[in-house]
């Protein structure tokens, strides 16, 4: 486990984890949300944010967390494992909810700079749209781009056999 991807839903724990698996197991944790957005929540274009992730994933280990469907090909290809969240949209809602008030106004560490956390119907609206819409995407990656070791998180008790799986 060189290359660990950790995909799903916003809130659903994938930085919590990649911050812990970083840690536990040496490797350099990339948060693609820092190197996607740029101040003020300003989108990069599509060819140049495809190059950085081309960049990023040259590294012979990492962890990368966040979603960005569009560079799923690039990703799958280059990890050696794949962890993906599939909570129930609920539970991510209450969660970023909660996120958003204890941090208003703030930049999470995992986030560009000039990015800080607001309520986002939009965001809201992805997370309770995840499972229909982009799950979908993630398994249709995994069988064109991928072949390694792909484990689901659905709730405490698989996050408890993924540690075991991994004697960390």
């Known amino acids: 486990m060189e290359r660990i991807l950790i995909t799903g839903s916003s809130a659903a724990g994938k930085t919590t984890l990649a911050k812990e698996l970083s840690k536990k197991l040496n490797l350099r944790l990339i948060h693609l949300d820092k190197y996607y957005w740029q101040p003020n929540w300003i989108r990069p274009e599509l060819l140049k944010w495809r190059e950085i992730v081309s960049t990023l994933v040259e590294e012979d280990k990492w962890i990368i967390e966040g979603n960005y469907g569009c560079t799923f090909d690039i990703r799958f290809q280059r990890a050696t494992m794949i962890i993906h969240f599939e909570i129930h949209p609920f539970i991510c ?58 484990v689901v998180i659905k709730n405490d008790k698989d996050l408890e056999n993924l540690y075991l799986k991994l004697k960390i």
Not at 98 to 127: F, H, P, Q, W
Not at 129 to 144: A, D, I, L
């Open 93 to 150: 809602l209450y969660r970023a909810i909660k996120r958003t008030i204890s941090t208003r106004d703030l930049v999470r560490e995992d986030m560009a700079k000039g990015c800080s956390e607001r309520l986002n119907l939009e965001t809201y609206k992805y997370i309770l749209s995840y499972p229909k819409k982009h799950n979908q995407k993630v398994y249709q990656s995994k069988k064109n781009f991928f072949s390694g070791e792909f």
